[in-house]
Every structure is written in C-alpha cells, then in structure tokens.
Nanobody, 124 residues
Framework: QVQLVESGGGLVQAGGSLRLSCAAS????????MGWFRQAPGKEREFVAAISSGGSNTYYVDSVKGRFTISRDNAKGTVYLQMNSLKPEDTAVYYC?????????????????WGQGTQVTVSS
C-alpha cells in the first residue's frame, strides 16, 4: 500500500513562490515515476509535471514551463514542486500521484495512487 501526503500549499500574491512537498510511504517510491496534477474550481483535473524514478528526466505542461520545477529526494521518499512567478490562474488543488510505469506521462489513468491534495491560492 502506498500513501501520499501533500503539504506546502497556501495563499500567495501573484509573482510569489511556493514549494509543495509530497511524502510517500512504501518501499517502491524510488522505483516509480511521480507526477503532480491540479484541479481548479469548475474545471477538470489536469497534468502539471512528472519526474522519472531517478530524477534525471522531467516533463511539464506548457503553461508552467520555466516557472515550475519538479524534483525528488528518494532517500527522504519525497517529491517536490517548486512554483515561481505564480499567477492567479495557477489557483487550484494540487495533487501528487504515483505512476504505474517508467515512462513520463500526463495521462491520469497511468497513475494509481493519489494524495488528498493541497490548496494553492494566488491572489491578483
């Protein structure tokens, strides 16, 4: 069984930064690609970023490229999402998830375990 717990969300002004963390339980963390997704009010959940099991490869949705950075510390069992230059349209609940495969993907059904989410609100 894998448990994922996100933290680090909050309220920030436009242009500010936040770092989200996702702590994972289970021995398979270091073998799994991980991803971040988000869901804004009234919208479907969307892919944000993914990182390979070893951390050497990353993949981002175009809207966050150059502003967000995904990283991981396998020794700590944690994946991070550093968010800079935040915009009001980044407001959403952010979820981390574990990929079922090794290839980086933004397809939600390729992820089998999900956290409960953390709220990020960016004021204008």
């Amino acid at each position: 069984q894998v448990q994922l717990v996100e933290s680090g969300g909050g309220l920030v002004q436009a242009g500010g930064s936040l770092r989200l963390s996702c702590a994972a339980s289970g021995r398979t963390f270091s073998y799994s690609a991980m991803g971040w997704f988000r869901q804004a009010p009234g919208k479907e959940r969307e892919f944000v970023a993914a990182i390979s099991s070893g951390g050497s490869n990353t993949y981002y949705v175009d809207s966050v490229k150059g502003r967000f950075t995904i990283s991981r510390d396998n020794a700590k069992g944690t994946v991070y999402l550093q968010m800079n230059s935040l915009k009001p349209e980044d407001t959403a609940v952010y979820y981390c998830a574990r990929s079922t495969g090794r290839l980086l993907t933004g397809v939600q059904h390729e992820y089998d375990y999900w956290g409960q989410g953390t709220q990020v609100t960016v004021s204008s």
